[in-house]
Each structure stands twice: as structure tokens, then as C-alpha cells.
């Protein structure tokens, strides 16, 4: 199964303010989406999407034991690559999506301290206030909260 972002959702993500925290409100149609839009949405919360260039791919891989815990295992998995190999994805497909794992690729590059504008350092994912619902219209919303 793959699932691509496809812009047809006039808003993908949103951010909130959240005491010291940031938080983030990603929305899609399946749950593939909104795995992508989430991801995206964190990615922009450090550097603007704009300035990151597509020059690599990385797969990941992470499990979990339910979708909540997955969303949260695949965004910490995003800022380990960042905290390990300073990699900025700015797209995102995913290959093999379960409720228990998934499997995608991002494309993006190293930061450049010269290129590109840091905004915020992502510190954790965190479980505060985290959730995955769907709306009347079977789409799905992630809450979550950032340690900044």
C-alpha cells in the first residue's frame, strides 16, 4: 500500500502554542496520510520545508502495538535520524503501513548550518494529550505535543 501527500486537504497540519511545549494537529483521510502530514508538520516545525532540498532517501521501519503508539514511535524515529545524522526529510511515502508497523521512505538532506534557518530544536514526542480520532466524515486528527 503506498500513500503519497496529495494536497487536496486545504490544511494538512496546524500548530499550537502548548505552555513550553508546542503542539501540532495533523489531519488526513486514512491513517497513511496522516502519519505523512504529521511528520511533515514536525519537520516544519524546525526548518522551513522550503529549504530543505530532496537529495536523499532513508527507509524507516518502526513498530508499535497500536496506531497511537506507531504515530508516536514514527516521529521519534524522525528525530533520532536528525539527532544521530542531522537528516531533514521533507517528503514522505509510505511502502508497507499496518496498525502494528510501517515501513516508508523520506527524501531531504543533511542540515547546513549555512542554509538553512533552525527554528526549533524537537526534543521528544510526547504522550501528554496524544491522540488519534476520527471526524464525521471518517477522517482522521492526531494531537500531539512537542518537547522543545
Request: hydrophobic letters at 45%.
Amino acid at each position: 500500500m503506498k500513500a503519497m501527500f496529495v494536497p487536496e486537504l486545504s490544511h494538512p497540519y496546524e500548530v499550537f502554542e502548548h505552555t513550553a511545549d508546542i503542539g501540532l494537529h495533523a489531519y488526513g483521510r486514512d491513517l497513511p496520510e496522516l502519519f505523512i502530514h504529521a511528520a511533515q508538520g514536525m519537520e516544519s516545525l524546525m526548518v522551513s520545508p522550503e529549504q530543505v532540498q530532496l537529495a536523499t532517501t532513508q527507509e524507516i521501519g518502526v513498530e508499535a502495538h497500536d496506531h497511537l503508539s506507531l504515530l508516536i514511535a514514527w516521529l521519534d524515529e524522525l528525530i533520532f535520524l536528525f539527532d544521530t545524522q542531522f537528516f531533514l526529510p521533507r517528503t514522505f511515502e509510505m511502502l508497507d503501513f499496518s496498525e502494528t508497523h510501517l515501513r516508508a521512505r523520506a527524501t531531504g538532506e543533511a542540515y547546513d548550518a549555512q542554509r538553512h534557518e533552525m527554528s526549533s530544536a524537537i526534543k521528544a514526542v510526547t504522550w501528554h494529550e496524544a491522540a488519534i480520532t476520527r471526524d464525521d466524515n471518517s477522517r482522521y486528527q492526531a494531537r500531539i505535543i512537542f518537547d522543545i
